[in-house]
């Protein structure tokens, strides 16, 4: 017997003797219960999501020159600005007050209950208990604005799709009518507090711009000056209007038509191959105990 | 989160996570039964085996949060996507943006798993990929399953080995290339070199620098030719200066881009007020290299240990040093010709990168995918010559 067929007859033994055997079955049987376990106390989540597309025309990158520029296209760094402005805004703390101070802490924290908004109980995990009495630190017995922050940061993923400008924004959630209406909401505010940020940018850059022009005495200054005002003014205007700025939402935040989670076949199979290894494994080792120990 | 379509569930913060990946270990642990009942390993090596397939459990969500490698998103949604039967990015293929993660997703996507559901699959992949070389490695003639053990049990290969990145899919090409051209086997040469020059194109030209240094000059088997050939790089360097400082350059910049509060971006924002240390000549940027080679041999260094994990990648980078060293003497490997062209190619990689250094994470995984192959590469000419001449002596005894 050559070395090729020899191995071809232990491999056909290792699976006739420790995988396909009778008893492999009562682990598959074991198998199938415990993932029917899982999934009954699994509760079904949907996937919610929004497209969304970065506003590119009002980026304010300054262009490097040299090796520095190549870079910076490389790296697609004049494309990035809005949408790292955005994102940061959309896990700020000035977003999640608003929230709060909007009502979302109860729809999110305790929907249907009757605490008032700085009412709402917190529980604490006993190692977070622990550590408050050992540092001899306080807290809180009410949820606040900074556990809406922590909830968006958790919850809401925000992405780029490869090098365009194309933003998809999604969370899972057991109840879809919230989650729709909670990302739009946070895609508003996020938008408009970075906004407010940028007025007060455009408002001081204009007052620069108006000094500069009332001192200049050249006349390609003068002409410089003024273009840069008027691309400032209109800007300002731009923000200050109801629409969002940094990012053109596409389309409005829409449920998966089905859960997402759980996927009840990938459990069942996961939990077949475990159980079928380690029907293998026990197998394997009762018969080739004395050469393995 | 891949794009709208994509059913991609993060399950990383619920114990549906266990349950995925503890099926990828049993089906790791069924290979290992397998490879042990066709006699591919020992007794010994199934326990290490059973072991280490274990550790991809360890580091993500355990050890540390997975952005700490943040590109294991990368290869994980280009295999999710593949799974689909869709493009990450559309139109991504072997050229241009984005053809490393094309290519370490699509060769990621072969190695059978059960589940590919979270981003601790692929280190199971991985891991995988790490126990076919160990296989191989065992079994080539004068290696010792016991060095094939130890070899496996670095730390950074075991580390990068149970993530889902692409560090596998460099280092063991790069060390399967390295020990085939000393075995003066070429297939292997012929398969991965394409696979390294998409995956990591740094290495692909250290082993290019090696293949032309022995294949054109047959440094391995004259002194001459090797000094030689020194003389003609060193040429080669102050001929072209204008272009490879240009390239030194922008490289310089990228990873100083790269570290950059924010990455690129931020560099965008803000980049205009770095102040670059540019390279003006040749002779400058050796004597710059010859300074920063004894900062990357040892890096993370111990002013800048934050956490567990940089006292031990420090410690295993005096290990490794020290194994070097052993490995040379051991073997009196300066006395066989063929460790020349090894040794200076490793300098020429060692000299390049310690240009580049800015970002310690990111050089510590580039130099392990030097260090290893390297490493292994030395070993092995090391054994075999040690056994060719032991068979000289007895023929002529």
Redesign the interface.
């Known amino acids: 017997m050559n070395k090729f067929q020899q191995?071809l007859k232990?491999?056909l033994?290792?699976f006739n003797s420790?995988?396909l055997k009778k008893s492999s079955l009562k682990y598959l049987g074991a198998s199938l219960i415990f993932s029917l376990l899982?999934i009954f106390i699994?509760s079904p989540?949907f996937?919610i999501?929004t497209?969304l597309l970065e506003n590119t025309s009002n980026s304010d990158?300054?262009k490097?020159d040299g090796?520095?520029g190549?870079?910076?296209s490389?790296?697609?760094?004049?494309g990035?600005?809005n949408f790292?402005k955005f994102k940061s805004r959309l896990e700020s703390t000035a977003v999640a007050k608003r929230l709060w101070d909007e009502g979302w802490g109860k729809r999110v924290f305790a929907p249907g209950s009757d605490y008032p908004l700085d009412g709402i109980p917190k529980s604490h995990s006993m190692g977070s208990r622990l550590s408050a009495l050992l540092l001899g630190y306080e807290l809180n017995d009410t949820l606040t604005h900074h556990d809406m922050k922590q909830f968006a940061k958790?919850s809401v993923?925000l992405?780029k799709?490869?090098?365009s400008s194309k933003i998809?924004a999604?969370m899972?959630s057991g109840d879809p009518e919230f989650a729709k209406e909670f990302l739009d909401a946070l895609i508003y505010i996020a938008d408009s507090e970075a906004k407010i940020g940028e007025i007060v940018l455009t408002k001081s850059r204009i007052a620069s711009l108006k000094e500069g022009l009332a001192d200049s005495k050249n006349a390609i200054v003068t002409s410089g000056l003024s273009n840069l005002l008027n691309s400032a003014y209109f800007s300002l205007v731009t923000l200050e209007s109801d629409q969002p700025y940094f990012v053109i939402i596409v389309?409005k935040a829409n449920s998966?038509e089905t859960p997402?989670?759980?996927?009840i076949f990938?459990?069942i199979?996961?939990?077949l191959?475990?159980f079928?290894?380690?029907s293998?494994?026990i197998s394997?080792f009762r018969a080739n105990k004395e050469?393995?120990w | 989160m891949v794009n709208e379509f994509a059913a991609w569930v993060d399950y990383g913060d619920s114990y549906l996570y266990y349950i995925f990946e503890i099926s990828n270990y049993a089906w790791c642990i069924l290979l290992v039964l397998f490879t042990h009942q066709i006699q591919l390993i020992s007794t010994r090596a199934l326990w290490y085996w059973v072991a280490l397939f274990s550790t991809p459990l360890l580091f993500n969500y355990i050890i540390f949060s997975p952005t700490l490698y943040g590109d294991q998103y990368i290869y994980t949604f280009e295999v999710v996507e593949r799974a689909f039967g869709r493009e990450r990015i559309p139109g991504s293929n072997l050229a241009g943006y984005n053809s490393t993660g094309y290519l370490a997703g699509l060769i990621l996507s072969y190695i059978p798993l059960p589940v590919v559901a979270t981003l601790t699959s692929l280190g199971f992949a991985n891991r995988i990929i790490a126990f076919v070389f160990y296989i191989w490695l065992s079994r080539l003639p004068y290696f010792t399953e016991k060095a094939a053990l130890i070899f496996c049990a670095i730390p950074s290969f075991i580390l990068y080995t149970s993530l889902s990145l692409r560090e596998a899919l460099i280092i063991i090409p790069a060390t399967v290339i390295l020990i085939s051209h000393i075995r003066g086997k070429y297939l292997p040469i012929l398969i991965f070199m394409p696979v390294l020059y998409i995956l990591k194109f740094q290495v692909f030209t250290f082993l290019t620098i090696y293949f032309i240094a022995t294949v054109l000059f047959r440094t391995h088997q004259s002194m001459i030719m090797f000094i030689i050939f020194i003389f003609v790089a060193f040429f080669c360097l102050f001929a072209f200066e204008t272009r490879v400082l240009e390239i030194i350059n922008l490289y310089r910049l990228a990873f100083v881009a790269e570290d950059f509060a924010d990455g690129y971006a931020g560099f965008g924002l803000y980049g205009m007020e770095y102040d670059f240390d540019e390279i003006a000549n040749t002779l400058d940027a050796i004597i710059k290299s010859l300074k920063g080679i004894p900062t990357l041999l040892f890096i993370p260094l111990p002013w800048n240990w934050q956490g567990l994990l940089y006292p031990i990648q420090f410690l295993e980078s005096v290990g490794l040093l020290a194994a070097f060293i052993w490995i040379i003497r051991r073997y009196s490997l300066l006395s066989v010709q063929h460790t020349y062209p090894l040794l200076f190619t490793f300098g020429a990689a060692f000299g390049l990168y310690s240009l580049l250094v800015q970002n310690e994470g990111t050089f510590v995984r580039y130099r392990f995918e030097i260090v290893f192959p390297w490493m292994i590469a030395l070993y092995y000419l090391g054994v075999s010559s040690a056994h060719q001449s032991k068979e000289l002596n007895k023929d002529s005894s």
Do not use: C, M, W
């Open positions: 191995s232990l491999s033994d290792f420790h995988v899982i699994l989540k996937l999501s497209t990158t300054q490097i090796v520095g190549l870079l910076q490389l790296s697609g760094g004049v990035n600005t790292e958790n993923g992405n799709v490869g090098r998809v999604q899972k389309d998966s997402i989670s759980p996927n990938l459990i199979f996961a939990n191959v475990t079928l290894s380690l293998a494994f394997y050469q393995i």
